[in-house]
């Protein structure tokens, strides 16, 4: 067994009552969740006052429906304020990839035009930009940009690849697979220089930048609030502050169809929207309970630690670095590469995640990036340094395991 580096680590958070931050969760205690990045977790009051909000719905369908637009437009005015935004600019949809096919549904034809994307971006998404690049009758052309790339020359990979041909650019601001910062804000401007419209994909960023659209003056902004923001899951914001606004429409046309945006978003049949209205409820707590700043800054030191002491396990049983520069670290998402062969592709990435999860008892991420394998560690106020020095102690011996099984051609 590795030997592990038990450098000072963060105080766990505790509620007011002394009790454990993760008691105020409904997560598995038998289960360690070391991945809240992908799906988030929703905090118990949340979760009771979205159940609330669907006995209401439940009791009285035909008073519920007709009121529930003003419902929603009311809380868009609350998570607006969180995300530092003008409420008119604000549309809520059930997720970010949910934005982003609003956007590529609804923005005027470019014939034989180009979707500029990065290789560090969110399979779905790609996927809708390579839709509509065939839909245009045009191409899409992915940017290189190196893992370590800092911001200067994330730019630069990204800039150079527009062209006279580029209908949209579609640029993450923080990356899934890679857990980076992408330097947004420059490119946007760069392309609005340049009269090309850009979706920026903030899937991860609201809960882990306390103004997430300060300096990015982009076309249309999509991010969950489902995250990090710990809102109820079918919860995201898509906010757009252009002319391009006015070509956006629901993925359901409905009856505010004719009304202006965002408000058209509002009516959307017979949709269960109680996860928006319970959104502020979970952001209220975290907010309330700890302040987002402390969160953020626990979730960060907690990440460096977790980082550390991992990334020290992996080399020791393997006698190589196993840290990564990621160029612009995120602060509670970071990387740690895996023993090769392990999740050298996407679909092997999501096998492993399964099988740790069947086999070890371990919610984890694993990412894939230029053919390597990597562990994607995410924190939050729940998690405790305990979660992932068990993950070093008693899981990374078995991943060396099933790598040299791998390797020498054994099952997986």
Known sequence: MPTIDLAPAPRPLALPDGRPAAAAWSLDPTVKHLNHGSFGAVPLVAQQEQDRQRRLMEASPVQWFPALPGKIATARSTLAGFL???????????????????????????????????????????????????????????AHVPLDADEDTAYACVTAAMGEATGLVVIDHITSATARW????????????????????????????????????????????????????????????????????????????RDPFPHRFDTQGTVDATSYLAASTALDFVGDTWG??????????????????????????????????????????????????????????????????????????????????????????YNTPADFEYFAEHCVPTLGAWSRNDSHGGHR
């Open 84 to 142: 530092g935004v003008a409420v008119d600019d604000l549309a809520l949809v059930p997720n970010a990839s949910a934005g982003a096919s609003v956007a590529y549904n609804s923005l005027p034809a470019r014939p034989g035009g180009e979707v500029l994307v990065t290789d560090h971006g969110y399979g779905a998404v790609t996927m809708g930009a390579e839709r509509l690049a065939r839909r245009w009758g045009g191409t899409l052309r992915t």
């Open 182 to 257: 992408m330097p947004v804000g420059r490119i946007a401007a760069e392309a609005r220089r340049r009269g090309i419209p850009v979706l920026v994909d903030g899937a991860h960023v609201p809960g882990l930048a306390a103004d997430p659209l300060a300096g990015v003056d982009c076309d249309i902004w999509v991010g969950n609030l489902h995250k990090f923001g710990c809102a109820p899951r079918g919860t995201a914001a898509l906010v757009a502050r252009t002319a391009l606004r006015d070509s956006l429409f629901p993925l359901i046309d409905s009856w505010g169809a």
């Open 292 to 381: 987002w700043e402390t969160a953020r800054t626990y979730m960060e030191e907690l990440a460096d630690y977790a980082e550390r002491i991992v990334a020290e396990a992996f080399s020791g049983l393997t006698g190589e670095d196993c840290r990564v520069d990621v160029g612009m670290p995120v602060g509670a998402l970071r990387l740690v590469r895996l023993p090769a062969p392990l999740a050298a592709a996407h679909a092997e990435a999501d096998a492993l995640r399964d099988r740790v999860m069947r086999e070890l008892g371990v919610a984890a991420a694993f990412t894939s990036f230029d053919g390597v394998g990597y562990l994607r560690l995410s924190t939050h106020v």
